[in-house]
Structures are given as C-alpha cells and as structure tokens.
C-alpha cells in the first residue's frame, strides 16, 4: 500500500514524476485550480474585510473528490504545484478541500523535474506559505474589484463583452500613448554629407573600390563646432566647398572593448527575445516552457522535464549547473572560452531569488540530440533557451574598434569601424534587438592608416533624411517596458497581451502593435472616468505592495481597504458622468453637413459610427476613419452599384447592417427595399433560379445562400465563383482560405474532392465515387 500522496496541477507533470517515484507515492493532478470566486456575482464581501467566497469549480467536483479519496488511503499527503503564488494558492485550496486530520500535510517545490530535484524537494519539504497565498489573494481580489464592477459600465456605455482590467488597462494605454505620440511627431529634415577615401593616393578613378581599399566618413565638425544641416542647399554648399580641399588623418584612436553576454533568461527576457527571434507571441512561449518544464518522453529516458521552472524572475544558477556548463564549453570550445571565474548575474531587488533561471536541465543534452524527440516550436525554444544558457558562461566577446579623424581645412570628417578579434559567447548566441533600439558595434573595415597620412577624396555626396517617430510597440518591447515600469509579473504578462487582443482593443500588423477603434474609445473612457486604473505610478506601486503581502511585510486587507475607499468613489460619479456611447457620443470637431451640429461618435451593434449630436431631431450618420495622424474622417456610406430599385425606380447602394453589406434603396426611408449582395453565380439546384447571396448567421459567421431561402436551402461556406471544375465538370468552384496555403478553390460536389490553387493548377485531385 502505497505509504504518500503527491498532488500536482498538471497530468503531465504527475506524468513525468510518476516515473522517478516508486510504489509509496500515489500522484495525482488537479488539473489547475480546484477553487474560484463565482463567476455570476461579485463573491467579495467587502463588509467582512473583503473576505472571498471561493467555491469549488463545477467541472473540478469528481476531481477533488477523487483527491479526497486518494488522501485517506496513505500516511501523508504532499502538495506539489508550481512554486509561485499561483501554484501556492491551488495547494492552499487543496489542503482545505482535503480534510486530512492529523495526516503531515507538506508543501514540496519543484524548480526542474529531474531525478536530483526531485529527491532533494522531497527530502526537505516546507509549509504551505501564507504570504504567497495572502499575495494571490490580494492580486485575484483586485482584479475581480476592477473587472466585475467596471466592465458592467462599458457593457452599458459601449457594448457587451468588453472587460476592464487592473493591469491590462494600463499596458492599453501604454499602447494608446504610443501611437498618440507616433500621431503627432512631425518629422524633421535634415541631411549628412559622406565621403568615400583612399589611403593609397588613387586620387578620383573609383572604377575599383575595392582594389583601392575605400573607406567612407561622414561630416562632423565645422570651425570646431559639430555639424547640423538642414536644408539640401546649405548641404550642397558644404560639398562644394569640401571638394577642392586636401585631406589628410589627423587623428587615430584604437581602443580594446569587451562585450559581455547576456544573463540567462527569466520570463520576460525569454518571452522577449521568443518574439524577436522566433516570432512567438508570449502566450505561446509560455505555451511551450510549460511543456518542456512538466516532462516529455525522450526516448529511452522516458518523461524528462527538460528546462527549470519557468516563471522567474531571478538570474541565479546553481553552482551544479555552472560546474557543469563550464566544462561542456571547454569540451567543446576550449579553455579560452571559459572566464577564469564564473560568470554571476545579479537580480532585481523584487526578485524571488528562491528560484533559478531558465536553464536547460541537463547542458548534455543539446538541442541536436533532442531534436527526435521535440515538435518544431519545442525545439527552437529549447534550443534558444539552451544557448543563452550556455552563451551566459562563456567569455567576453573582445572588439577593436577604431576611430579616425580626417582633416579638411576648417572642416573634420570622422570615420569609424570595429573588428571582432575574438568571438567568445558570440559563436554561439547574441541577444535579439527591437525596433529603434540602434545597431550596436558596426563592422565597417578600416584600413591601416597612422597620423597626418595624406588620404584621395573618391567621391562625395550630400544625404537627405528625416527624424523617426519613436517605435510602436511590439510584444518583446512592451514586455520590457511593463518590467521596467514595474508593472505585472513574470505570470501576467501572456495574460495581459492574450486578453488585450482577445478582446479586440489592440491588433498586430507585422508585430507592430496598434490600437483599434473599440481599444481607444475604452482607453479615453477609462482615463477619463478612472485615472488611477490606467495611472502607471500607481498599478506599480499597488505591485510593491503585493511584494510586500507576499514578504509578510503588510497585511492584504488593508491594502484591499484603502484601494476600495478611493475607488468606490470614483465608481459612483463614472455610472453617472461617463460617457454613453449608444446614445450622446464622444465629441468630434466635425460639423452634420445637414444642420451644422457637431457630429458625435457613437457605438452600436455594428461598431462605432459618426451622428448628428441633434439626434433625433437630424438623422444624419456616416461610417469614419482616422488619418495618419489620428483626425476622425467621414467616409460616404452610400456606394454605387450601377443597380435599379425594382420598386422604385432609384439606384441601389451598399450599405453595411447587423448582418454585413447589402444593397439598400437610395431612397430610404420613403422606400424601405433591401436584399442581399449578389455574387453573379446562379443557384445550381436544378430548375430554381435564384442567385447565391451573401448571408451573415446570427452567429456571426459569414455565408453563401440562394435568394429563394426558405424555399431553397442551398448553402456554401465560402465564396462560389463561376468556374469548372477539370474533374467532375460542374460549373461553380468555391474559395477556400487557410494561413498555411493560401486561398484555393475547391469543387463543391461532395463525389468529387478536386482542389486547385486560386491561381490554377492541381493540389489534389480525386477520383469520382471515392
């Protein structure tokens, strides 16, 4: 009879510890969190201290019974999940679901899943952390304060479905920021002037730069002072009089650098370079950790956890792994590759340094032996994860870099390069950069040249440019400014970017993150309405002090008190100063062309619109868009189709409803005619005679439909075209659509499975009857 139980969250993990535990450990998973506030009421009692009113999850009750079983046929009971305060709060409500008696109830923590720490966790068990819990408690809390009591309002003023959070809101308005000031840069000009050389004496033949080993150099100093050019006229100036000018080296500066490399990851910095590198969104890469963290089958070692735990903040190794790093890079490198001393990384000041970094849990085991074993995203973040971890004990990178300065009259033209003299940890791994952070040591070759060396000008050239608006964000890069703002947590940062987009305040194009419509109405509302929600001083001072719950230093109830002073407050007056997008709008400074009123944005069932703030009284409105720099423009609902109403006699136009496009009478409301938009493919059911349309489902999800409905009920999902299919010989083909392959065409006849690119051309052909 097996003599402990071990409590898990997750199957794969009790999957992978199963394997090194013998026949006294029952495991067991709760498959994530056993207990939750309800989720049809606030279940904060705000009277009693704000205690919280957890219930066991509907779809949890056999699982926690089936714990409850488990737990009273053994001696003692060990609660293993993930060692933060998430996993702290799963063990707590575990251990108060499990009613064990006077069974030893131990907290054990697993940072990697190997055989050595697994042995060891056991062996030193702890108590379950009432600061972890208290902290969770505080955030979860919080959260559920701000979203239940303020999203019901947005439900009110804007739509249904839309939520308010405690940190999402602030990284939104992070995003809004951005793009505000990205709005209102005016960019300016100004220009350079570059100069190619050589140090041979060549004088102006560049037929062959390179046999004449050219170089170039920029403008840099006039009469002593830098240079600053605006205008192409001032800088054409310059080169004329630049030209007839002798030059020669007037100065030479070499310097040795050294380029460290980069500490092991830690959550942010692995979702961070994740993004950059393998374009991994940050619920994806945690996705993936998770999986390579609880164990996969490797062959014949069978589950292994492959990487330390994955939700850290500390870049402390332990020196077992450091030992063992060091002598894989000289088995592999050479001993010129390792440091005389190890390298050591030191963590923020609210690192919970109980935890290591992100490391692969056994060196030896490199990406190419686990190749076999892993799908394609497990291997590249393995892979990235195992080089930083490698690259963060191997020795300086070293980097001659030069600087020359050429003489010109009163006129100095600077040139600069760097040669990498030793690669150290950059043969292996350099860190990812984002947009607008800059290039770092450039590896422009200079040639040998010494002081008052005469130098052959080959050409030069003025070069116009503009100044850059500073960077949209993308998801590496407002991870590391929420980290730097100090701001969520290594757990909540796949959250919050998950939820952002989830609920459609934000959009990516090529990584870029933008603000939608919906996302800046909800920004302005809640800056207006709630400015401490989206204040980032202060979300990061509500972070400090859930450190400090977390530390035993404050107690959460207070925190929670003199949080829902303030806030109940400011509650009140929104419900009745914020404002109502469904009826007043938000104010524009366009002017109704009708009545001279201005025109308002309002929100309904089909998105945001322009409308006569005279409503009803004037029933003008017009679908908008937003120029470059944010100004709300009307754009003309009523499109043309070159149709005639058959009731009377008018032009039909496109309009956008509830139920996507369709062709309305220009003459509404004295006539009220409507229809579906044709596609000019005829129903194929024989002897019907009607035209598939375009339908929108009550769902939503749009479809294709003959214009005889109900009495035909032919339907396609995608879009048919008139076209024949080269194998059965119908006369319709339909367009399918996937992010793998593109946009093809697909025969409808369920007997014939023809597919061929939009383009044409066979993918797959089947035959009839099959």
Known sequence: MPKS?????????????????????????????????????????????????YQVIRDKKKIVKELRDAAAEVQSIYLGPDPDREGEAIAWHIAEELDVGEKPLRRVLFYELTKKAIQEALANPATLNRGLFDAQQARRTLDRLVGYLISPLLWEKVKKGLSAGRVQSVALRLICERERSIQKFDPEEYWTIEAMFSPEGTGSDISDKKECRSFGASLWRSKQKKVSIGTGEEANGLVEQLRP?????????????????S??????????????????????????????YEGLEIGEDGAVGLITYMRTDSTRLSQEAVQA????????????????????????????????????????????????HLTKEQLKLYTLVWKRFVACQMSPAEIAQTTVDIGAGDFVLRASGSVIEFPGFMTLYVEGKDNGDGREDGDSWLPELAEGQPLSLLEITPGQHFTQPPPHFTEASLIRE??????????????????????????????????????????????????????????????????????????????????????????DLAKSNMMN?????????????????????????????????????????????????????????????GETCEKCGRPMILKHGRFGVFLACSG???????????????????????????????????????????????????RPVLKDCPVCGGHIMIEKESVRVGLRLACPNPSCKHVESAEGGDEHQAVEGK
């Open 5 to 53: 139980l071990l409590i898990v969250e997750s199957p794969a993990k009790a999957r992978t510890l199963e394997r090194y535990l013998g026949k006294d450990f029952i495991v067991r998973a709760s498959v994530g969190h056993v207990k939750d506030l309800p989720k049809n009421k606030l279940g904060i009692d705000v009277e009693k201290g704000f205690e919280p009113e």
């Open 245 to 261: 000018l002798t030059f020669q080296v007037s100065k030479v500066e070499r310097k040795k650098k050294k380029r460290n490399p």
């Open 263 to 292: 500490p092991p990851f830690i959550t942010s910095t692995m979702q961070q370079d994740a993004a950059r590198k393998l374009h991994f969104s940050a619920r994806q890469t945690m996705g993936v950790a998770q999986k390579l």
């Open 325 to 372: 790093v060091r002598e894989y890079i000289t088995e592999t490198w050479g001993s010129d590759y390792v440091p005389a001393k190890a390298a050591s990384y030191k963590s923020k000041e609210s690192a919970q340094d109980a935890h290591e970094a992100i490391r692969p849990t056994d060196v030896k085991r490199t990406p190419e032996k686990m190749a076999p």
């Open 482 to 571: 929420l980290e730097e703002l100090g701001i969520g947590r290594p757990s909540t940062y796949a959250t919050i970017l998950s939820t952002i987009t989830s609920r459609e305040y934000i959009t990516q194009e090529k990584q870029r993150l933008h603000p939608t419509e919906l996302g800046w109405i909800i920004d302005m509302l809640l800056e207006q309405n709630f400015p401490n929600i989206v204040d980032v001083d202060f979300t990061a001072k509500m972070e400090k002090s859930l450190d400090e719950i977390a530390e035993g230093r404050c107690a959460y109830p207070e925190l929670l008190s003199e949080f829902y002073g303030a806030f109940a407050k400011t509650l």
């Open 581 to 641: 997008l469904k009826s007043a709008g938000w104010p524009t400074d366009l002017t109704c062309p009708r009545c001279s009123n201005p025109l308002h944005i309002r929100w309904s069932r089909n998105g945001p619109f322009l409308a006569c703030s005279a409503y009803p009284e004037c029933q003008y409105s017009s679908n908008y868009e937003r120029d470059e720099k944010g100004k709300v423009h009307p754009v003309e609902n009523a499109v043309e189709t």
């Open 668 to 718: 509404y409301p004295e006539c009220k005619n409507a229809r579906p938009r044709g596609t000019g493919v005829p129903c194929p059911r024989e002897g019907c005679g009607g035209e598939i349309v375009e339908r929108i489902a009550r769902t939503g999800r749009r479809f294709f439909g003959c214009n005889h409905y109900p009495e035909c009920k032919t339907i396609f999902r995608g």
